[in-house]
């Protein structure tokens, strides 16, 4: 039984910074996608980042030249690097990973990121 269990998220002022992590229970492959959306009060599930072969990676919008995702598939953990922090980066943050070799797509159970004065 894959899981994903996500670290890292917390209260943080605007401008500060967060590094979230999740790790899977299983091995990731290389040709696996992960990636991080997040969920605010109120709003659908958004895409925030995904990382795949050749650690390729996409960035919506709002959050492009702020956060960063990596991989150490050694690890079996993928990372998010959040900088600028903003009011509106508020959310439940999820890990995914949509692999190839088991043929689904998997979910971690979120953290909470607050950032607030």
């Known amino acids: 039984q894959v899981q994903l269990v996500e670290s890292g998220g917390g209260l943080v002022q605007p401008g500060g910074s967060l590094r979230l992590s999740c790790v899977v229970s299983?091995?990731?492959?290389?040709?696996?996608?992960m990636g991080w959306y997040r969920q605010g009060p109120g709003n659908q599930r958004d895409l925030v980042a995904t990382i795949g072969a050749g650690d390729s990676a996409k960035y919506g919008d709002s959050v492009k030249g702020r956060f960063t995702i990596s991989r150490d598939n050694a690890k079996n953990t993928v990372y998010l690097q959040m900088n600028s922090l903003k009011p509106e980066d508020t959310a439940i943050y999820y890990c995914?990973?949509?692999?190839?070799?088991?043929?689904?797509?998997?979910w971690g159970q979120g953290t909470q990121v607050t950032v607030s004065s």
């Open positions: 995914n990973m949509d692999s190839v070799v088991r043929g689904r797509n998997y």
């Open positions: 299983g091995s990731i492959y290389s040709f696996d996608t």
